[in-house]
């Protein structure tokens, strides 16, 4: 073996050194040395600084970025929301910096490409040499990739943040669930300890023969029946507790109430939407590529070995040209067409997902409204007709019937609220305003 093969193969070995003491963002790593707190920092500003490039570069970045989430962190919501994401494995999160590296890695595929080339000759001997490769012209491939590699990473950008909307989305509604079941039980618990009086009192007019034992059995039925009820609500309040703490990342139990989640009317457009527009633009650039690989491009090379140099100019495509390629070409440019419709369907999509939903909410706080109205005018004529039996006016299943009619309008009342509670959760997790795009 000559010299220049053996330089050549120590150079690829230098090479392939220098590549492995590398890591993927091009920051040098060692498993004999941690990272010194001034080298984390010089790191996290540059992020920072890729970040907000990548962020000027990217309208749908952008947008996701200025999101701020409508919890407040104090509020019962925002308790949940960060306990949840501080657990969250953000698989998403993973894809993301796979497709941010992708993207860094096709910014420079303008740049000449090298490598080595080592054969076996029919003598047994090594030759090696070395290939320089410079594309010239290639009908747009280039730009293409790059087009391909940035609408990947808002594509991922566009998951990340709706996966991280929907854990939080799923957590508040697993709470909602707990805080409707806990209710439910409360008022059962009212009711079962106010019917049981009446309960009291019927026996002991049955034993003195003064009413009928069909009465109390009918009222041993209802109460019956209120038990069921709250050992529902019990059951519901247990199992989305039991779930909601196995999501976080500490225990939720003593958080308490509901929270009025307001959604500012900024224009914001939803995350299906932003998905569409990132997915459209990645088949597009797709698209472009497939058109450069059916035409010839004009490419540049020279190759260094032990026999001396040599270059040349070369014009070839990734596939030979036949009697189908202006079909091919035609079927690719509808691709495009494809996209852009695709993305004019998911708008219209959006939008009638948002006009329902906020039918919806509205139709709900309506409907909740007049459930409060109608507790409290149920509430007056139990008031009126408990004086008139301590009076001796009204019978024991007199009173009986208006109390359950109230504790059903209470009932009612509790599920409209917590309804129109989901709607609202519901709303703000559509515009991906349940997490701060920033610190996603």
């Given amino acids: ?25 091009g920051d040098q790593v060692s498993r004999f040395r941690t990272q010194s707190p001034e080298a984390a920092e010089r790191q996290a500003a540059r992020e920072a600084v890729a970040r907000q490039k990548e962020a000027e570069a990217s309208v749908i970045i952008r947008s996701l970025q200025a999101r701020s989430s409508a919890l407040s962190s104090k509020s019962s919501y925002g308790q949940v929301a960060d306990a949840v994401l501080a657990a969250s494995s953000r698989a998403a999160e993973a894809e993301l910096r796979a497709a941010r590296l992708r993207a860094t890695a096709a910014s ?26 410079q594309v010239l012209f290639d009908n747009g491939r280039k730009k293409a990739e790059r087009e391909f590699a940035k609408a990947d990473v808002e594509v991922a950008a566009v998951v ?9 989305a799923e957590a508040l509604d697993l709470y909602v669930t707990a805080e409707e079941g806990r209710e439910t039980a409360a008022l059962s618990a009212q009711t079962l300890k106010e019917m049981a009086h009446f309960e009291w009192v019927m026996e002991q007019r049955v034993a003195g023969g003064v009413s009928d034992l069909s009465d109390l059995n009918v009222l041993r039925h209802k109460l019956a029946q209120i038990r069921a009820d709250g050992a529902r609500g019990q059951e519901m309040k247990t199992a989305a507790l039991a779930e909601l703490n196995a999501m976080s990342a500490k225990p939720l139990s003593g958080v308490r109430g509901l929270t009025r989640v307001r959604v500012p009317a900024d224009g914001n457009q939803s995350l299906a939407l932003l998905q569409a527009e990132a997915e459209a633009a990645r088949k597009i650039a797709q698209a472009r590529i497939d058109r450069a690989g059916q035409l010839p491009g004009l490419t540049a090379s020279g190759q260094v070995g032990s026999d001396g140099s040599s270059g040349a100019l070369r014009i ?16 690719i440019a509808l691709a495009e067409d494809a996209a852009k419709r695709q993305v004019a369907e998911a708008r219209e999509d959006a939008e009638r997902t948002m006009r329902n939903l906020d039918a919806t909410l509205a139709a709900k706080r309506r409907q909740a409204a007049e459930a409060d109205e109608l507790a409290r005018q149920a509430k007056v004529t139990l008031d009126l007709f408990q004086t008139q039996f301590e009076a001796g006016t009204r019978k024991v299943m007199d009173v009986v019937g208006v109390y359950e009619t109230y504790a059903q309008a209470e009932q009612k009342r509790i599920t409209l609220k917590f309804e129109a509670a989901r709607v609202e959760i519901d709303i703000a997790r559509e515009l991906g305003r349940l997490a701060d795009g920033s610190a996603i």
């Avoid at 073996?1 to 963002?25: E, H, K, P, S």
Wanted: hydrophobic share 40%; proline share 3%.
């Fill in 1 to 25: 073996m000559g010299r220049w093969t053996t330089g050549a193969v120590c150079l690829v070995a230098g090479i392939g050194l220098a590549g492995c003491m590398q890591g993927g963002d």
């Fill in 160 to 168: 990340l943040s709706d996966d991280t909307n929907g854990r939080v």
């Fill in 316 to 331: 070839a495509g990734d596939s030979l040209i036949g009697a189908g390629t202006g079909a091919t070409l035609k079927a």
């Fill in 108 to 133: 420079k595929n303008w740049l000449p490409r090298i490598g080595p080339n080592i054969s076996l000759t029919s003598l047994g001997d090594f030759v090696a040499s070395l290939i320089v490769e």
